[in-house]
T-cell receptor, first 113, second 113 residues
Framework: DSGVTQTPKHLITATGQRVTLRCSPR?????VYWYQQSLDQGLQFLIQ???????AKGNILERFSAQQFPDLHSELNLSSLELGDSALYFC????????????FGPGTRLTVT | AQSVTQLDSQVPVFEEAPVELRCNYS??????LFWYVQYPNQGLQLLLKYLSGSTLVESINGFEAEFNKSQTSFHLRKPSVHISDTAEYFCAVSFYNTDKLIFGTGTRLQVFP
């Protein structure tokens, strides 16, 4: 158990809908990262937040957005969903004072039908 | 451009045989290197990391990896594998002064009895 929690575990929704994925980092970790894992794209970095502020952006679509709240949990919002958005979405956290060691949550499996 | 390459998508091996999973990276700046393991239906777990110092790093379950700067490689090895080592292994690179991880495409290690 990494200490990172993600909800829900599974999500099935229809095209055009909007969903919210939630992540709670390990106690004491200030950074949260979101990744997308799909068969065709592999594991792709989406976005990072540090202590409530956006810190780095990767291959995140404009239909996707994220935020980190004062209690440090984070939410990833996916809108206007397409079939190709079906993937496993991982959240990871790190202290960001110790170098570059990220702990991953169990993931949310999103299926768009 | 900075990238990570895992040349082998699948590596089949018999139990108690040695194995090497290859990872090469491309970068003009200093890097930090990681191997993550993903067991079926689970999130990623950090297996081992190279940040600085000794170029040979070891994990608690018998894996080791060696950072080779001249060959820009960070291959993962185990002298004798077990059935329980069956999993997907991801090499990842973090470039100096960023927290972002860039992952390779993964290598599926299948250990047969």
């Amino acid at each position: 158990d990494s200490g990172v929690t993600q909800t829900p575990k599974h999500l099935i929704t229809a095209t055009g809908q909007r969903v919210t994925l939630r992540c709670s980092p390990r106690s004491g970790d200030l950074s949260v990262y979101w990744y997308q894992q799909s068969l065709d794209q592999g594991l792709q970095f989406l976005i990072q937040y540090y202590n409530g502020e956006e810190r780095a952006k990767g291959n995140i679509l404009e239909r996707f957005s994220a935020q980190q709240f004062p209690d440090l949990h984070s939410e990833l919002n996916l809108s206007s969903l397409e079939l190709g958005d079906s993937a496993l979405y991982f959240c990871a956290s790190s202290v960001s004072g110790t170098p570059y060691e990220q702990y991953f949550g169990p993931g949310t499996r999103l299926t768009v039908t | 451009a900075q990238s990570v390459t895992q040349l082998d998508s699948q590596v089949p091996v018999f139990e108690e045989a040695p194995v090497e999973l290859r990872c090469n990276y491309s970068s003009s700046v200093s890097v930090y290197l990681f191997w993550y393991v993903q067991y079926p239906n689970q999130g990623l777990q950090l297996l081992l990391k190279y940040l600085s110092g000794s170029t040979l790093v070891e994990s608690i379950n018998g894996f080791e990896a060696e950072f080779n700067k001249s060959q820009t490689s960070f291959h993962l090895r185990k002298p004798s594998v077990h059935i329980s080592d069956t999993a997907e292994y991801f090499c990842a690179v973090s470039f100096y002064n960023t927290d972002k991880l860039i992952f390779g495409t993964g290598t599926r290690l299948q250990v047969f009895p």
